[in-house]
Every structure is written in structure tokens, then in C-alpha cells.
């Protein structure tokens, strides 16, 4: 990616799709170019929270909402310590923030860490292009020394696909870290960080546990020797297929019945250590709208959602497993993909969506005292 001291809203722009369509517009954010996979998020709000998720790590992402950046840019609901996505797709930016937490406007921020956008376009054609034709790989190129559209194109073709690829290391942390319980220490959690959102382990500490949160890389003894009362699988970015280490700790720590949580990235994680495959969806599921069905209670939630990949698992069949039997505890009522798995036979579940809540909604938020309820069953 690079970048210039070229005012960004007066340099034309273009996205190009590895199909070979193109989209017009002008400059947002950064301008210079940048690739990813071109996907679509439905949330009308809580842009700040997408763009600092780890999970959107190498992904051009189109807010689907016809305009973005009304409430700025604050310091308190980052994710992570930096942006993730490769690009950002807007049809209206803000003029002006105007909210009381802004220090600063979307635009800035954008070419502050020098993530490159592009403004004006249909992102309503664009979005219906995605889910006809599928995500895919893009480009967005700014300036006023924009190459060919052919030229463009043929890099575009060049760059790697989103199946087999391996990111979850690239983004998870290098270094375990601590987040206190608030209030009296009731457990302690070793979350192991896949592309973790900072509000996941604030949700836990709100309910009195310690999480040490640790890299992608740890092992079995680094898990245990935290003595943890539960073990927690985080969200994360890429194919879930690559993700062998993950697996092999899950695996792991299923066979010492430790209670355990799964998220999204976790919850592809425990499909495959359960000996279920993964698929990549057409178009995935973004944006904080989607319903969902729990199985077990028949409530339907509106969800939180960022994943490009599911578990293929048998929805209506109690399957037999290495751990006992497993079934499918949630699905999408959109298209029947699998939301969540749970083991009948010991204290394991995982939902495919994001229950922290950030940006919302905070229907899903019962799970964080499931996952308790299985720590307590245990010390009991």
C-alpha cells in the first residue's frame, strides 16, 4: 500500500474487481492503492468497530449504509490497537462529525494510518454485483496518475486469494497479556488470540474473570500453566482449513474436558477438532443485523457477524464425534449456515457470530453466562 500528501477528496479514485468491473469515484482516506477481498457489511452503524477487527484483516470492505462518518472518529471504540481493513468503500462520507466522544473525523483517521478508500460510488450496485458474482478480489487505485483499467485489472488477478489463506498469526499478539476480572476474581480463562476484539475479553472480566489472553502460537503447557478454569477460542481472519495449530490445541484441551468457548474463528476451530470440514460462503455474512436461531431455547437473536467461511455440519442429526456427540446449536436464518455447535457429552460450545457486542446488538450476550455456568458446573 502506498500513500501521498495528495488531498485525498480532490484525487479520483477507482475499484477495480478481479471480474474485470469497474466503479469510479474520488479519493477517501489515503490515497494510493491497496488490494483485498471486495466484501459487503450491512450494519448501518459501528464502522469504527469494523475497521479496527482483526477479522477484515486483507479485505476491501463496502459499507452498505449510504453514508459513513456522521459520528467521527473517538479513542475509546478501537477494537484493536490499529485498522485492519485493506480498503474502505463508501458512498457519502460525512462532511462534518458531530458527535460529543469525536476527536477527530473518519477521513482523517483513514489517512492518519494510511488506509486507502474511495467515496461516490453506487455502493448499492456494488453490493448487489458481491452477492450475485460472490466476494472477490480488488483494487482500489487513487491519484491523478491512475494507470489503465487493464493494467489495473491484470494486478488485481495477481493478488492471492482469501481460500487458503493463512492470516490469523499476522494479527494476533506476539506477547500474552492480562485482563483483570472486575470486581472479586470468580475464574480464570486462557484465551488464545486468533484476531481477538478488545470488548471479548472485557465481556468476560465484567462477569468476575481474569482472561490471559495468548498467542496464536501457545501451547498446551503455556494453556494450562495459567491454571485455567475454562479455555476460550477467538474470531479471527482467513481460511479456517490452514489453521492446524489452532486445532491441535483445541483438540487438545477437549480431551482434558476443560470447559471451552469458541467464536467465530473458534467456532470453525471446533468444527474441524470435531472432525467436521469448512467451506468458504459465496458472499459471507457482515454487519450487525443478522438473525439467528438458538436451537436450544428457539430464541431468535439479531447478531453480530463477520465470517467468510462456515462449518459444514449436519443441521437436523445429533453427530458422533471424538468427544461424544456434538449438534448444531444456532443457525442462520438467512440461509441455514451453521452458527454453532455444541458437545453433549462435555462442557464445549461455539457460535460463528460475535456476542460482544461491538458494535452491538446485545441479544447474544447470555453466552458469556453459559460459558460461566459451564466453569461453575465444572468446579462443582
Request: proline share 6%; net charge negative; glycine share 10%.
Amino acid at each position: 500500500m502506498t500513500t501521498s500528501t495528495m488531498e485525498a477528496g480532490k484525487a479520483p479514485a477507482v475499484l477495480v474487481l478481479e471480474d474485470g468491473r469497474t466503479f469510479r469515484g474520488r479519493a477517501y482516506g489515503a490515497v494510493g492503492e491497496t488490494f483485498g477481498e471486495a466484501v459487503f457489511s450491512t450494519g448501518m452503524t459501528g464502522y469504527q468497530e469494523t475497521l479496527t477487527d482483526p477479522s477484515y484483516d486483507r479485505q476491501i470492505v463496502v459499507a452498505t449504509a449510504p453514508q459513513i462518518g456522521n459520528t467521527g472518529w473517538n479513542d475509546e471504540d478501537d477494537e484493536s490497537h490499529r485498522i485492519w481493513v485493506s480498503g474502505y468503500v463508501v458512498r457519502d462520507p460525512a462532511r462534518v462529525p458531530s458527535n460529543w466522544r469525536a476527536k477527530r473525523s473518519l477521513d482523517d483517521e483513514l489517512v492518519r494510518q494510511g488506509v486507502v478508500g474511495i467515496s461516490g460510488i453506487d455502493t448499492r450496485a456494488l453490493t448487489r454485483h458481491l452477492r450475485e458474482r460472490g466476494s472477490m478480489r480488488a483494487g482500489i487505485f487513487s491519484g491523478e496518475a491512475v494507470a489503465p483499467e487493464a493494467d489495473l485489472l491484470a494486478r488485481v488477478q495477481e493478488q492471492p486469494h482469501m481460500k487458503g489463506a493463512s492470516l490469523y498469526e499476522e494479527v494476533a499478539t506476539q506477547e500474552a497479556y492480562v485482563v483483570p476480572a472486575v470486581g472479586a476474581k470468580r475464574f480464570t480463562v486462557a484465551a488464545i488470540d486468533l484476531g481477538i476484539k478488545g470488548m471479548t475479553p472485557h465481556r468476560m472480566a465484567e462477569r468476575g474473570i481474569e482472561v490471559h489472553v495468548l498467542p496464536a502460537t501457545a501451547t498446551e503447557e503455556d494453556v494450562y500453566a495459567v491454571g485455567p478454569d475454562g479455555v476460550f477460542f477467538s474470531n479471527g481472519p482467513g481460511d479456517p482449513a490452514t489453521a492446524d495449530g489452532p486445532v491441535a490445541l483445541m483438540t487438545a484441551v477437549l480431551k482434558r474436558g476443560t470447559p471451552l468457548f469458541g467464536i467465530c474463528f473458534g467456532n470453525q476451530v471446533l468444527g474441524r477438532a470435531l472432525g467436521f470440514g469448512t467451506y468458504k460462503l459465496k458472499y459471507g455474512h457482515r454487519g450487525i443485523n443478522q438473525p439467528v436461531q438458538d436451537r436450544t431455547t428457539g430464541k431468535v437473536e439479531v447478531t453480530a457477524h463477520n465470517h467468510g467461511f462456515a462449518v459444514d455440519a449436519p443441521l437436523d442429526q445429533v453427530s458422533d464425534t471424538p468427544f461424544g456427540r456434538a449438534e448444531v446449536s444456532h443457525v442462520c436464518l438467512n440461509d441455514n449456515v451453521v452458527e454453532g455447535l455444541q458437545l453433549l457429552d462435555q462442557p464445549a460450545f461455539s457460535v460463528q457470530y460475535h456476542p460482544e457486542a461491538a458494535a452491538g446488538p446485545h441479544d447474544a450476550a447470555y453466552l458469556f453466562d453459559r460459558f460461566v455456568s459451564l466453569m461453575e458446573g465444572q468446579r462443582a
